[in-house]
């Protein structure tokens, strides 16, 4: 397991409040349930769980009770299963407080790009803008660069957006950002790079405060 991917979810994990539903999307958002802590929420995998609960261990391995990512889970006590269509109705009519998903690419005020590849096979939307059009609230957790080494944080997408509403927060293995009309703002340092650093390998412009705090993790 990487331990910047374990880095991420647990800095989003920190953003979680109690009794929210919080909808987990495929990749990284995914670990989060491992590090919650005591903090109870509802958490929501859009095949039809409300209840997630953390990894089980190899002994109880269930291949029937998968997440998003088709990776094994469990269940808390009182949890949900229903249909697919049932999930998407609870997406589609605004009862997900907050989604928690990957990204290809975000612009500097926080529009998503998380479905598709110029040129690539498309695999299927899944809840991709489902999610962004019905969450009230959005988080985007996902490395800084991408595979080819491009950053994701942009000015303008180049790639297919997955909707009109705009993420709220951005959280890398290197920094927190929040997205404002006036653009992104960048509010936690989560490894070493200075200011300068981050700026090199991100591909939008960013405010930020000189008392900016820097997280000890």
Not at 94 to 105: I, T
Request: glycine residues 10%; aromatic residues 6%.
């Amino acid at each position: 397991m990487s331990l910047e991917r374990i880095k991420i979810a647990k800095r989003v994990a920190q953003e979680l409040s109690d009794g929210e539903v919080i909808n987990l999307g495929v990749g990284i958002p995914t670990l989060i349930p491992d590090y919650l802590g005591d903090k109870k929420v509802y958490l929501q995998s859009e095949n039809g769980l409300l209840g997630m609960g953390p990894t089980p261990d190899e002994e109880n391995i269930n291949m029937d009770l998968i997440s998003a990512s088709k990776k094994p889970i469990t269940m808390d006590t009182g949890a949900s299963l229903f249909d697919s269509s049932d999930s998407f109705v609870m997406i589609r009519g605004g009862h997900v407080d907050l989604a928690v998903m990957g990204a290809l690419q975000v612009d500097q005020y926080g529009e998503i790009a998380n479905w598709a590849v110029p040129g690539k096979t498309i695999l299927g939307v899944g809840g991709a803008m489902d999610l962004v059009a019905g969450a009230k609230r959005i988080i985007i957790a996902s490395r800084h660069l991408a595979k080819d080494g491009s950053p994701k944080l942009v000015k303008e997408l180049t790639f297919p957006s997955s909707g009109v509403r705009k993420a709220d927060m951005l959280i890398t293995e290197h920094a927190v950002f929040k997205f404002t009309e006036k653009g992104t703002e960048l509010i936690e340092i989560l490894s070493d790079l200075t200011v300068n650093e981050l700026k090199e390998i991100t591909g939008a412009e960013f405010l930020y405060s000189t008392q900016l705090s820097k997280s000890e993790s």
